[in-house]
């Protein structure tokens, strides 16, 4: 088996897939772990009844690469034929089916490619399958996402985007940004820009390209990005990606949200909380005996730049 490891007392993190051999240039996984597998589909519903009778009821699925999940390889064009459902989704349908009193199903990363038409009509038909995306984007930059060996292109990134606004209501999508990729012109981050302003990313994980001794792109040091360049383009992501953040949680003012509640904040209040929502993010609230590893359902009253403010109207189960 896998590791696996837990986080808080409702989240725990489930490895279901490991290694890559994708070869992106800036990358040095596959030279350290090229040999592609996966948790058997049975392993994994085991594993998660043990987690979420241990009181986890939200599972994170993660692996190197998830799309690789009941393949032997990472390379798309090396994939076998497949029947209509990907074994990850027999998999998702697996944990949705067999494994009683979980709540929440979040898969860490996704790219185009994982998710088809059938994989996004099975999750939208298990309401444990939270509607939070996390979508690496890299670069919007056709020839950049080239340069890095990455297996989609910019448009294909972008249909993904459109499919799963259409699938599920008011998704929750965030994103890894790679930012001065050795040769990436103020016109090619411009592009980056645009993907990540028409995506609506509600959080950018934005990070200045370091090179990585070994991989190609570390061999590519005439086209290096100045640092002040590329820190100031990190920036730029950051400040898009909070601005998004901010007007995404505000269409949720007025409504009740569930979360799970964490732990008390002891720099508050002893009585303020918070939880996640499903689509991931915090709600801060009162309870006055503690409500740490409940479901509670806050009405959202305040939309604040750094904070999401509520007030109790029900509990769920313990
Ligand atoms: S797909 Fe991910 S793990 Fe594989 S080489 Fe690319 S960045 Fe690395």
Redesign the pocket.
């Not at 800036?26 to 596959?30: D, H, N, S, T």
């Given at each position: 088996l896998l590791e696996s490891r837990q986080t808080g007392h409702q989240r725990a993190f489930l490895k279901i897939q490991d290694g890559?051999?994708?070869?992106?240039t800036?990358?040095?996984?596959?030279t350290l772990r090229p040999r592609v597998s996966s948790k058997p589909v049975e392993d994994v519903v085991e594993e998660a009844r043990r987690l979420v009778g241990a009181g986890h009821v939200e599972l994170i699925l993660t692996g190197?690469?998830m799309g690789a999940y009941g393949q032997e390889t990472?390379l798309r064009r090396r994939q076998i034929a497949r029947d209509a459902l990907t074994p990850l989704g027999r998999l998702i349908e697996g944990l949705c089916t067999r494994v009683p009193g979980l709540k929440r199903l979040r898969l860490s990363s996704l790219?185009p490619g994982d998710l088809t038409a059938d994989l996004l009509g099975l999750m939208r038909s298990h309401a444990q399958v939270v509607p939070h995306f996390h979508l690496?984007l890299?670069s919007g930059s056709e020839r950049v996402l080239r340069r890095?060996?990455?297996?989609y292109t910019r448009d294909d990134f972008l249909r993904m985007i459109d499919d799963v606004r259409a699938a599920f209501d008011r998704p929750a999508i965030t994103t890894d940004i790679i930012v001065g990729f050795p040769g990436e012109t103020e016109d090619e981050f411009r592009q980056t820009v645009d993907v990540a302003e028409r995506s609506g990313f509600i959080h950018v994980h934005a990070f200045p390209f370091s090179p990585r001794p070994g991989t190609a792109a570390a061999r590519w040091a005439k086209d290096f990005v100045r640092p002040d360049v590329a820190a100031e383009r990190v920036r730029a992501l950051r400040e898009i990606g909070e601005r998004q953040g901010l007007s995404f949680r505000r269409q949720f003012a007025g409504e009740t949200v569930e979360v799970l509640a964490e732990s008390s904040n002891a720099s508050d209040d002893a009585h303020w909380q918070h939880g996640r929502t499903a689509r991931y993010f915090a709600v801060h609230f009162q309870h006055p005996e503690g409500a740490a590893g409940r479901t509670v359902r806050v009405r959202v009253d305040e939309v604040l730049p750094d904070r999401t403010v509520g007030t109790v109207v029900g509990m769920g189960e313990a």
């Open positions: 890559c051999d994708a070869y992106c800036y990358c040095i996984i596959p190197i690469f990472a790219e690496p890299q890095m060996n990455r297996q």
